[in-house]
């Protein structure tokens, strides 16, 4: 199944996680501690949403303190800044969907920025499944982000650590890829 149909078929938690999956990953672009959104995914074992609100705004206060300005002009970073600012305030299913989908392009697009290999295909035809000539990449954050919906939709709240454990290690990826490109610039 190609990532717009997954998108499509979750549910409203799934969808959330798939969002908040995608911002965590690009963490590293936005100066965050990787502890910042856990409180944001502890509010997904919740059906009702818990405290997504109060722990969205704590998130944001906390990344906007750690955004220095130096990444004002990079493009990468406004992506991953719009992903955090566009997030719903409630968890409403709808909201969250539109919200989800443009994570989702948003961190692929990302993740191609980042990716020194040529990928000249769009975004949109790698989630509906057009893979040839792929930049790694760009491949690697396709599966996370397939892998996150179908872990949820297999398992529920019960998948949620799952999930997380492969946003963290999409995070830890990203994070060398921007020390490499910053170490490059020296």
């Given amino acids: 199944m190609s990532l717009v149909e997954l ?15 995608c911002l965590d990953r690009c963490l590293p672009l936005l100066g965050g501690d990787d502890e910042v959104l856990r409180p ?5 074992t919740d059906a009702g949403g818990g405290d997504w609100t109060e722990r969205l705004e704590q998130a944001r206060g906390t990344l906007d303190a ?5 990444a004002a002009e990079d493009e990468a970073a406004l992506l991953a800044r719009r992903m955090l600012a566009t997030a719903p305030a409630e968890r409403d299913a709808a909201e969250v969907r539109v919200w989800a989908d443009a994570c989702s392009v948003a961190s692929l697009q990302i993740h191609r920025l980042l990716d020194p290999a040529e990928d000249a295909a769009p975004v949109d035809s790698r989630r509906q499944g057009r893979t040839d000539g792929m930049s790694p990449l760009v491949a690697a954050e396709l599966r996370r982000q397939v892998a996150v919906l179908e872990i949820l939709a297999g398992h ?16 830890r990826v990203l994070r060398a890829v921007v020390s490499r490109r910053a170490r490059g610039r020296v």
């Fill in 7 to 21: 998108i499509a078929q979750a549910d409203e938690r799934g969808l959330a996680a798939s969002g908040l999956a």
């Fill in 40 to 44: 944001l995914w502890g509010t997904l």
């Fill in 66 to 70: 750690a955004d220095s300005g130096e």
């Fill in 156 to 171: 529920g709240p019960a998948g949620l650590r799952q999930a997380l454990e492969v946003s963290t290690e999409g995070r």
